[in-house]
């Protein structure tokens, strides 16, 4: 199956450069380029491609304000950050406000690839560094108000989440039907506060929930 992407930068030479890396393998197609955020999510509405690679700090709507927006209006849309940024106050709000994935644009062409392949299987794909800062939030105060605890089922879902897994991977390791995997993501998402998978395994970082 063919992979169409849109990819969002407000460099050209960026753009080309992504072009470049994709439009040679036949397993993918550049459906559309965009600018910046507003016009990440307009062409994203229009192509409805399988990944948007999204650049975070653009001029005019950035990519945290975008991702959000396609999180409203797109929910099933499947968004990998790609920027040079991996700082927490930029990871954080890329990851809350719906990323499927964050990587760095320093990351080697396979490595790229792989994640596009990943993220558009629905797969959670972090550069390592982004992983640390998300492990940073386990360090932050818990919050205050009271918790409803995760069965132990959701807690294995989360994990299986957290390697990689998809829902019919975690429902062929469980030995449950597909329903059941997304009915035990729903409730955990309730839990923890989270709209997403990405979410959710930060969320259980930051909880402690995972290691």
Known sequence: MTIRLLIVDDHPIVR???????EGDPDFEVAGEAGDGAEG???????APDVVLMD?????????????????????????????????ADVLPAVEAGATGYLLKDAPREELVRAVRATAQGQTVLAPTVAAALLGRMRAPAPAAPVEA??????EVLRLVADGSTNK??????????????????HLYAKLGVRDRAAAVAEGYKRGLLS
């Open 41 to 47: 999510v307009r062409q994203a509405l229009a192509l």
């Open 16 to 22: 080309d450069g992504l072009r470049g890396v994709f």
């Open 169 to 186: 991977e975690s429902a062929r390791r469980l030995f449950i039907s597909e329903a059941t995997v997304k009915t035990h993501l729903l």
């Open 56 to 88: 975070l700090r653009m001029a005019g709507t950035g990519g945290v304000e975008a991702i959000r927006r396609l999180r409203e209006l797109a929910p099933a849309l499947r968004v990998l950050v790609l920027t040079t940024y991996d700082s927490e």
């Open 150 to 155: 995760l069965t132990e089922r959701e807690l």
